[in-house]
């Protein structure tokens, strides 16, 4: 058999004539004795399901965790600073009888600049095109005026709507039947489910209830593939994590990270490189550290990770610039990734 693939063209004998008038019959021939692409579906069982799942609600509810929880694996980075998510993430769940791509939206909130209103853009551009929408509120968290307005966005979205109550090992069960009454308010539920994401509690049943609401469809992603981000992504996600984690008040929200250098010169060996950026010098010397103490810090913690993920050894070099304003800049924006319009 020839390895080249040529492009299949079941119409390339018929003359335009000849294709009018099929047009105009609604009439189509039977190809399916015809060599060519097979259909996304061919692999799956009768009555698969697969389909879209947006996790949307505000800062620090818990929908990355959720999502790391549901793939099995971490690939979403968590802290408890707000917005720690600044890219929609898309993360695959396959089983027997269903595929579910969940999709990690920026927490939806009030914007105090340019970054924070492409965050939201991003993520209200997800209600629109998912299967079905989780939206996600924290049980330890009395519900609020935030949550009130996301829950206006959701509330008017056509796809169906699951209340996911997230760290019920946070909450009293007095705490989560007041938030189930409160959330039950601001939106017209399809179901609602409590889990706990760390403690790995109800994690299972959320696929099992999201996927009843999945349309019948294919596998929209081979099973091998967890994640549609780019390696390079990922890199400057785990760093930028750890610098969530290890620095406090107004660095973390002024930090970008992205991957300048992405090698693999052995088979077992990742060379990588990332560089940090913050907005004023004074942020640097935080960063940087006594002696370059908080920059190593960072690197070796990351490090870890990536070699988890990626099952080899690691080398990652790390530098920190300033980049006055960033934040404020549509460029660099779309230069980091975090723009709405390039997702």
């Not at 004795?33 to 097979?38: E, F, L, R, Y």
């Not at 206006?152 to 699951?162: G, L, T």
């Not at 889990?195 to 091998?224: C, H, I, K």
Request: hydrophobic share 40%; proline share 5%.
């Amino acid at each position: 058999m020839s390895d080249v693939m040529t492009d299949f063209d079941p119409f390339a004998d018929l003359s335009d004539d000849e294709l009018d008038a099929m047009l105009e019959s609604g009439e189509m021939p039977d190809f399916s004795g015809t060599a060519g692409p097979a259909p996304l579906c061919a692999d799956v069982p009768e009555g698969f399901r697969s389909g879209f799942v947006a996790l949307v609600g505000r800062p620090n509810a818990g929908k990355s965790t959720l999502l790391n929880a549901c793939y099995g694996e971490k690939v979403a980075i968590t802290s408890p600073v707000a917005q720690t998510t600044r890219r929609r993430l898309r993360a695959v769940v396959n089983r027997e009888d269903c595929q579910l791509v969940i999709v990690d939206t920026p927490g939806i909130h009030k914007p105090k600049d340019g970054l924070g209103s492409e965050l939201n853009k991003s993520a209200l551009g997800e209600l629109a095109d998912v299967d079905v929408i989780a939206f996600v509120i924290d049980a330890s968290a009395p519900i609020g005026r935030g949550d009130a307005w996301v829950a206006e966005r959701v509330a008017v979205a056509k796809a169906p709507k699951v209340l996911v109550l997230t760290k019920a090992d946070l909450a009293s069960p007095e705490q989560m039947l007041k938030q189930i009454e409160a959330a039950r308010e601001l939106v017209n539920f399809d179901d609602e489910i409590v889990v706990s994401s760390t403690e790995g509690f109800n994690v299972e049943a959320f696929v099992d209830v999201v996927a009843r609401f999945l349309p019948q469809g294919p596998r929209w992603f081979p099973e091998g593939m967890g994640t549609d981000e780019a390696d390079e992504v990922l890199v400057a996600e785990f760093v930028r994590e750890k610098v969530l984690l290890r620095t406090r008040e107004e660095i973390p929200h002024a930090v970008g990270v992205i991957c300048d250098e992405f090698e693999r010169p052995k088979r077992d060996l990742l060379r990588l490189h990332a560089t940090v950026y913050v907005e004023r010098e004074g942020q640097k010397g935080i960063l940087v550290g006594k002696g370059g103490e908080m920059i190593k810090r960072i690197g070796i913690e990351a490090r870890r990770d990536l070699e988890r993920m990626f099952g080899c050894r690691v080398y990652l070099g790390l530098d920190v610039k300033v980049k006055p304003h960033w934040r404020e800049d549509a460029r660099e924006i779309r230069r980091f990734g975090y723009a709405a319009d390039d997702e």
